[in-house]
Every structure is written in structure tokens, then in C-alpha cells.
């Protein structure tokens, strides 16, 4: 049966789904959106949000203890893990209605259901059954964490469920050396979770420049984490007292919670792709063109199930450009993927835009590299170990900022401020010309003369 019929119909409530969904209807588009679990998705209700609620709880730490080198006089301070679960949760409902609100005013149905493709121009809902026909599709079904193909792989948690433990895991082996990984590796930590790290590569990070990945690991060190380099884990044992995870090196290590943190896959599976002809990359990600049409005609894809640039941004901004070409003026400004910025919320915070020195190098005849590392002020009368470290690559032949990398507190601040700089084609003597806010310490990134 088919019961109603809709200019576009969205598969998955997420931060792509919603943005093309509520700007489709307001642009006088008949909308359906179907979300199969709660509508905000990743971002909202298992990444982007809880993620740094908890980090910023974990914050609060050092501040007790920076906050006696400036007279005050701070008593023990305790850590109530439920109390701060319970605290995100009601702070991501309330997030939930307001999207739910956002997308009913604009005039969008929501669909609690599984959507699933069932030939050109037709969604099935699983769960009620019913048909939707529609002129367009848009497929935003985001990803999901990687499984873990390993004897006892079952017992780990992932980042969906970290967040909303019951207690607060007393040790903790955190698997994978990406942003999911470090960020609540950190944040635990600083939480009072005691940490191990097993990350397959050499450094933490892949990709990021190596000032970032030498200057975290040395940061996480610092605040108590072990790191395994090398390692990866081969089994994981329940016993009576807990699990215990046995890695590639010969290592075991005896913990009451395993986070498995090694990767995300995209969210294709029982999609019903092939009724409708949709094509997937190897690895599963939905094949689009610049403009995210998918294989099939009138079938679009945005955000994570894509596997372009995996962030929240990326996604709502190509959400945008789908109801705009097809329901509004589509004067589409395409991403630069080469300017955008990103930052990982662990502490030390990291913020990076740009291409790395290493790049640089291979890409320009000529770099000039500006770098910095200092104690904040903050530091000196906390006496912390606190450090600030800044680069800004330069091809020299055209004086172009191409790269700018930065470690240290609001780090993800300032690289979105100088990102702007970065997408305006700023050049150094730009940078140069700019005044100084002082003092701070972002005034060094308009202050570094000398190339080292
Ligand atoms: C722990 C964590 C922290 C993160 N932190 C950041 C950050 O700080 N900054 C940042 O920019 N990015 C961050 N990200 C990445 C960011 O969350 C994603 O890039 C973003 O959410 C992708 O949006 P999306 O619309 O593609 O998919 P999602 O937000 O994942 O939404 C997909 C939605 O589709 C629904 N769905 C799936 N299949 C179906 C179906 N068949 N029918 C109906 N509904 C379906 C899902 O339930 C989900 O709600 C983080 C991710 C994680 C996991
Ligand atoms: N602050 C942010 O913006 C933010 C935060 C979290 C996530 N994200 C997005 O979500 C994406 C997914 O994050 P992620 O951390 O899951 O993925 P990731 O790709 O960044 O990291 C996965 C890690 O797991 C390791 N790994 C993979 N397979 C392994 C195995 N079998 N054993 C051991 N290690 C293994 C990889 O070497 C890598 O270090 C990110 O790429 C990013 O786009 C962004």
C-alpha cells in the first residue's frame, strides 16, 4: 500500500537528515524524515554533545587545583559520575525536542521508524510497514563503531554506550589511536579512570601533523596515561573479578571495562541500496558525485555514510546543499575540504587546519615553518606543566598560510578563528599586519617572525 506521497523523504535524523529536512520544508517542499532511534543522531545524542559535556566535566580537575596557586583556598573536591550522567542526559533530551520542535514547525513529519529503500522513489517503513513514495531521496543514515572481530570482542563498550555507563569504570583499556579514542581516554582519565591505551600505529593521531601527535602524547603521559604504542589487542578474558585483555606484544591488562574504539563503518547495511541501484564504495560507503547524488537518479546521500569528512559541519553542510539545489537557488559555494578545520577535545585540546609539515614538504618547493612553544600564563602561578605549542606552515614561494596546527587550552576556538583567515587566502604578511590582542595566547600566531 502506499499511503502518502512527499517531494522528499529523508532516511536518518541526524545532523545531515535534519538540516536538509527543515531548510526542504521551508522551502515549501512536502517532507518526511524517518529517524529510527532519536532525532539529533550521532552529534547530539551518542557523539559531538555528551562527548563534551564529559570533557568538559573532566575540565574542572585541573582548575581545582590551578585555582590554589591563585590564593584560593579549595577543599577536597569529589567526583559524582551518576550525578553527571544523569545531568547529560536531560541535557540531551532537551536537545532532542528542540530538533523534534524545529523540524514539526517547518512543517516536516517525523517518522519514528527504520526507513528502508525499496525501489526508485519508494521508502519502506520497516517497523508500521507502510510505503512512501517520493520524488527524492536522501539517504543520511551516518555510521556506526567498527566491531571488534577478536575472541571476546562482545564485551567492550563503545563510544554509544560510554556515556551513560552505569559506574564509572575504575580501569579502562581504550583500543585505537583516533579522535574517539584520545578524546575519552582523556576525559576519563582526568575524571579519575584509570587508562591504557593500545593503538595499533606508531603515534597517536594518523594523519595530524607530528608537533600535535608528539605534543598529546606527552600531554596524556603526563596526566597519567599508559600508552602501547604497537599493540593491539588479541583476546579479551571475562573473570571473576573483571576483564582481562591480552595484546599483539604479549602484554595483559586487568580492567573493568574495555571501550573499543577502533574505527566507525558507514551505515548501509539492510538499506535496501540495491532495489533502488545505489552503489557502495569498497568498505561500504555510499558512492556520490560532488553534487551527492548517488548512483541512482533522484537518490542523494550526505554526512557519514558517505566517508568523506567524517564531522558534524560536513554533514550539515552538505544536507544544506541537497534542499537547496532541489527546492531552492542553487548557487552552491562548494566545501573546501582543504581549509577545513577540526579539533580533538582531549587535554591538551588540539585544533589543525591545513595541510601538516609533512605534506607541505612533498606539496611546496619552499616551506617556511613558524613554531612556538610556551608556558601559558595560567601556568605560572598554578605551577603546571600546562604548555602551549603553535605552527604555522607558509609555502614560501607565494607566502600563503597553508597549514596552521595548535596544541593547548582552547585550542578548537582559536583554529576556527584563524580557518576564516585560512578561507580568505590569507598570506603571512597578512597575518603579520594583524594586531596583536595581548596578552593572550593567540597574540603569537600574529607575532612569529622567525622561520625556523
Ligand atoms: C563519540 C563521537 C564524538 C564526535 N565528536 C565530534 C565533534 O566533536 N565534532 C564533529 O564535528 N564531529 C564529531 N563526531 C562526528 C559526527 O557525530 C558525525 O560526523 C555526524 O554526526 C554525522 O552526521 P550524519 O547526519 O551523517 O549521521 P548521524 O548523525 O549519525 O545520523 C544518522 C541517523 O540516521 C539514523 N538511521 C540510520 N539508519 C536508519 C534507517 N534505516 N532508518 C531510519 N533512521 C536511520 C540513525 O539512528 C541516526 O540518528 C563525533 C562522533 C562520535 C561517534
Ligand atoms: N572532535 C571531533 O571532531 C571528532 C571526535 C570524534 C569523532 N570524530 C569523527 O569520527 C570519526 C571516527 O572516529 P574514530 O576515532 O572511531 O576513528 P578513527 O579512524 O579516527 O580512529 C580509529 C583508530 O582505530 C585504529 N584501529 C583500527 N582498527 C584497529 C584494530 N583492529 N585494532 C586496533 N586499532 C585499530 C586506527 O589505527 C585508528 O587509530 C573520526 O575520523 C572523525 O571524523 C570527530
Known amino acids: 500500500m502506499v499511503d502518502d506521497s ?3 523523504v529523508v532516511v536518518g535524523g541526524g545532523s545531515g537528515g535534519v538540516r536538509a529536512g527543515r531548510l526542504a520544508a521551508s522551502l515549501g517542499a512536502r517532507v518526511a524524515l524517518v529517524e529510527e532511534h532519536r532525532v539529533g543522531g550521532t552529534c547530539v545524542v551518542r557523539g559531538c554533545v555528551p562527548k563534551k559535556l564529559v570533557v568538559l566535566a573532566s575540565r574542572f580537575a585541573n582548575d581545582f587545583e ?3 596557586g591563585f ?6 573536591a569529589t567526583f559524582h559520575w551518576g550525578r553527571l550522567v544523569d545531568a547529560v542526559d536531560g541535557e540531551l533530551g532537551r536537545l532532542e525536542g528542540l530538533y523534534r520542535r524545529g523540524l514539526e514547525n517547518a512543517g516536516v513529519a517525523i517518522l519514528d521508524d527504520r526507513g528502508v529503500l ?10 508500521s510497514g507502510a510505503l512512501l513514495r517520493c520524488k527524492h531521496v536522501l539517504l543520511a543514515t551516518g555510521s556506526t563503531p567498527a566491531s571488534l572481530d577478536i575472541p571476546g570482542g562482545e564485551f567492550c563498550v563503545t563510544s554509544d554506550h560510554v556515556f551513560s555507563l552505569a559506574r564509572q569504570p575504575k580501569r579502562m583499556v581504550v583500543l585505537g589511536g583516533g579522535y574517539i579514542a584520545v578524546e575519552i581516554a582523556s576525559a576519563l582519565n582526568s ?16 594523519g595530524f601533523d607530528e608537533m600535535l601527535q608528539e605534543g598529546l602524547t606527552s600531554g596524556l603521559s603526563e596526566a597519567g596515561i599508559r600508552m602501547h604504542p604497537g599493540a593491539v589487542a588479541t583476546s579479551i578474558e571475562r573473570t571473576s573479578d573483571g576483564l582481562v585483555v591480552h595484546d599483539s606484544t604479549g602484554g595483559s591488562h586487568r580492567v573493568d571495562c574495555v571501550l573499543n574504539a577502533t574505527g566507525r563503518r558507514p551505515q548501509t547495511r539492510d538499506l535496501g541500496l540495491d532495489s533502488a541501484g545505489v552503489e557502495v564504495e569498497v568498505g561500504g560507503a555510499i558512492k556520490v558525485d560532488d553534487r551527492h547524488q548517488t548512483t541512482a537518479a533522484g537518490v542523494f546521500a550526505v554526512g557519514d555514510v558517505t566517508n568523506q569528512l567524517n564531522l558534524t559541519p560536513v554533514a550539515i553542510r552538505q544536507g ?9 537557488n542553487d548557487r552552491r559555494v562548494p566545501i573546501r575540504f ?3 578545520p577540526t579539533a580533538v577535545f582531549s587535554t591538551p585540546e588540539l585544533g589543525t587546519v591545513g595541510v601538516t609539515e609533512s605534506v607541505a614538504r612533498q606539496r611546496y618547493a619552499n616551506v617556511k615553518v613558524f613554531e612556538t612553544q610556551f608556558r601559558p600564563m595560567r601556568a605560572t602561578l598554578a605551577k603546571s606543566k600546562e604548555c602551549v605549542a603553535m605552527k604555522v606552515l607558509v609555502c614560501g614561494d607565494t607566502d600563503k598560510v597553508v597549514g596552521v596546527h595548535l596544541l593547548g587550552r582552547e585550542a578548537a576556538e582559536m583554529i576556527q578563528l584563524i580557518a576564516i583567515a585560512l578561507q580568505l587566502g590569507a598570506t603571512k604578511h597578512d597575518l603579520d599586519q594583524t594586531l596583536a590582542v595581548h596578552p593572550t595566547a ?3 600566531l600574529v607575532t612569529l617572525r622567525t622561520a625556523s
Open 6 to 8: 512527499y517531494d522528499l
Open 338 to 340: 582543504d581549509v577545513a
Open 118 to 127: 525499496e525501489g526508485p522513489g519508494v521508502v519502506r517503513l520497516q517497523r
Open 320 to 328: 544544506q546543499e541537497v534542499a537547496q539545489a532541489l527546492f531552492g
Open 66 to 68: 590551578d585555582a590554589k
Open 442 to 444: 593567540a597574540e603569537e
Open 191 to 206: 575524571l579519575g579512570t584509570e587508562i591504557t591505551i593500545l593503538h595499533r600505529a606508531p603515534a597517536l593521531l594518523r
Open 71 to 76: 590564593g584560593w583556598n579549595v577543599s577536597t
